[in-house]
């Protein structure tokens, strides 16, 4: 190709400059980037693979180089023209070359590259080198047009709906309105716009309610919403309309709107209409009114509770409900419900029992049929209501039923079930106080009957091991540590154990307690462990709570005690302690009905083995133990004492972990009053 020839006479550099080019095309060929180096006298075109490539030429025939218009044939016909101009105008003026254009390979596809290229020339001014990079741009263009793709469809989508958009800045106060949002004003296209037109605009009855809504939505920490009807009064022809706006502020990082912008629709025809509804059904209302009083004043004449009732049915033509349309003030007797809380309603949402004890299906046979019923049926519903009805049924017009009944639970079932009810809570007292005894009981004998014989092995095997160590053969005396380690186990159950039931039998005098002094006092008692472990101990001040000092520090130095045993080989121990006011919806279940400020919430968080979620309720309850005893010991009587300890104060306890990830123990506990 001769487009472009320039001749020069021999470059003494040529040598260093290939070289440089080899190492710089070495270091990009790991991307999508090439390179280039053009020898302008001898027409030879000198590429990396990545150009070679890009250009769909074969690297053996590229040894030598190659041509330039090798390359510019594979530009695309519609930019090939333009890049051989940027070409020449570069070697003209030389200034820098840069260029975005596509190549296109043998399988007619398309790349977009951008090209950017610098001239070296000799002493006499002559062009010598051209050399550059060209990247591939292909997913960059192709996401720009899909964006002016989505914009276009966006902009159609508005014109076909008549929609308006609007964008405010409130940082700046600039705003700024569409064509058809000015029209929705009654302003000219040209009209100049700012809030306070917006305000102009408004009807004087919205405008106050309208800036309202606004500024809530550009209230820092609001979720910026804005969805609003209000009526407009044209500033230039005077047009009232009705307006449906939607919008949308957003925030920087300072939490400050920066961004204010949505649309706006006409709903004027929709409004008139339903003011005209409005008015048809206020005139009809007021004919119905009338005729309801009169059966209204003949219904609550009577001592009988009645219901008159539609059948509600689906599109086979079934019955699947009642409306509920009238029902007099004897209701209230049967139900306990006025009959405002009634009309209006579904039979089966506010009796939901009718559909269990048969009265729902009579009520079908008696619409049906047009045949009238009469049950007496036992009742009871989720919501409270219980008790025996006698019902009769009539059909009323084509799709209705007049329902009449009484409520004829007598008192005695109702004294009955009170002397029922008071005998279980006498029985209930009666075990909760043989339970108490026989903890007690417990208790005594595991402070001294259980407790002697243990220390008799210890003395024994102790006078063993120090007497007749000597006697004892290697097996003998490894039976004997077995036997002391077995024995000071035991011992330590039996104290866990002894703990255990004083929690519940034994109740201490509550006080004002500062947590500070508690976790201070356990981690005192720790220290020598804390320092055999180099643990790490992060704790805060903590709130003074009412309570017991003593059993409080179990609680704590059990979940320390245990975040110090539970480690992880080669992990130094990192221990958290903190504290905040409980969020409604981090109280467990057993706490919900409770104000969540009324609580602390304190957590111990440490970095341990941590263990599987799964078998959380396990780890409260005594003995149960997920890891074994060889590895970690203990009793696993533990947690069940803090849970013991926090409920007692009338809070609770719970836990969030993962294996290998460390947990997070969480105490609930009243905030002082």
């Known amino acids: 190709m001769n487009q472009l020839n320039y001749q020069r006479s021999p470059h003494p550099e040529e040598a260093l400059l290939l070289r440089s080019y080899n190492q710089f095309q070495t270091a990009l060929s790991i991307g999508l980037i090439a ?103 292909t997913d960059r263009k192709r996401a720009e047009m899909q964006t002016r793709e989505t914009e276009e469809r966006l902009r159609l989508a508005i014109q076909s709906a008549q929609l308006g958009t609007w964008d405010m800045n409130p940082l700046t106060g600039e705003l700024i309105w569409s064509e058809r949002t000015k029209e929705l004003f009654g302003l000219s296209p040209t009209a100049f716009v700012d809030y306070s037109v917006f305000l102009k605009a408004l009807h004087p009855d919205d405008r106050e309610r309208t800036d309202r809504v606004v500024q809530a939505a550009l209230q820092p920490g609001s979720a910026g919403r804005y969805d609003i009807e209000y009526r407009t009064v044209g500033i230039e022809d005077g047009s009232l309309r009705w307006i449906r706006a939607n919008g949308q502020a957003f925030f920087n990082e300072q939490g400050i709107a920066s961004r204010f912008t949505g649309t706006v629709i006409d709903i004027t025809d929709s409004k008139r209409s339903e003011e005209l509804l409005q008015q048809r059904v206020a005139e009809q209302t007021q004919d119905l009114e009338q005729q309801t009083h009169q059966l209204r004043t003949v219904l609550d004449a009577s001592l009988n509770s009645i219901i008159a009732m539609t059948a509600i049915r689906n599109e086979a033509g079934l019955i699947i409900d009642f409306m509920m349309d009238t029902a007099n003030e004897a209701v209230i007797k049967s139900n306990f419900m006025t009959p405002d809380q009634i009309v209006g309603r579904t039979l089966l949402t506010v009796f939901p029992g009718n559909r269990e004890n048969g009265f729902f299906d009579l009520y079908i046979r008696v619409v049906e049929t047009g045949k009238s019923e009469r049950s007496t049926q036992y009742y009871r519903d989720d919501f409270g209501l219980e008790g025996w009805f006698e019902v009769s049924a009539v059909k009323q017009g084509t799709n209705g039923v007049v329902v009449t009944y009484n409520n004829i639970t007598d008192r005695k079932k109702a004294e009955l079930a009170a002397q029922q009810q008071a005998s279980e809570l006498r029985e209930a007292n009666a075990e909760l106080k043989r339970s108490n005894e026989n903890l007690q009981q417990f208790a005594q004998i595991a402070s001294h009957d259980l407790q002697e014989p243990l220390r008799r092995i210890q003395a024994f095997s102790d006078m063993l091991n120090s007497q007749f160590a000597d006697n004892l053969s290697d097996g003998e005396r490894d039976m004997i540590r077995r036997i002391q380690k077995s024995a000071r186990r035991m011992q330590l159950l039996i104290k866990d154990l002894l703990t255990y039931s004083q929690l519940t039998t034994q109740r201490e005098p509550f006080a004002e307690v500062s947590l500070t002094d508690v976790v201070t006092d356990v981690l005192s008692d720790l220290e020598i462990r804390i320092t055999e472990k180099k643990a790490r101990i992060d704790t805060v001040p903590l709130p003074a709570v009412r309570g017991s000092s003593s059993r409080l520090r179990q609680l704590f130095q059990n979940l320390i005690a245990n975040a110090l045993k539970f480690t992880l080989p080669g992990r130094q121990p990192v221990i958290q302690i903190r504290y905040q006011s409980a969020l409604a919806d981090v109280l467990p279940p057993e706490l919900q009905d409770q104000p969540a400020s009324s609580f602390w919430l304190i957590t111990v968080v440490d970095n341990g083995i941590g263990f599987d979620e799964r078998y959380k309720d396990r780890i409260f309850t005594p003995f149960q133990r997920l890891h074994d005893t060889a590895t970690y010991g203990g009793t696993g009587i533990g947690l069940a004492i803090c849970q013991r300890v926090a409920e007692s104060h009338g809070g609770a306890i719970d836990a969030t972990s993962q294996p290998g990830s460390g947990s997070i123990f969480k105490v609930f506990l009243p905030v002082l009053s």
Do not use: C
Request: charged letters at 25%; a negative charge; aromatic letters at 10%.
């Open 35 to 137: 390179t280039w180096f053009w020898d302008i006298d001898s027409d030879r075109v000198y590429g990396d693979s990545n150009l070679l490539r890009m250009f769909d030429q074969k690297s053996a025939d590229a040894t030598e180089g190659l041509p330039l218009n090798v390359f510019t044939n594979n530009i695309h016909s519609d930019d090939r023209d333009r890049i051989i101009q940027l070409i020449q105008r570069s070697m003209q003026s030389g200034q820098n070359y840069e260029a975005e254009y596509r190549i296109v390979n043998r399988e007619e596809e398309s790349k977009w590259v951008l090209a950017r290229g610098q001239l070296t020339y000799n002493a006499s001014g002559e062009p010598v080198t051209f050399s550059g990079v060209l990247v591939d741009v």
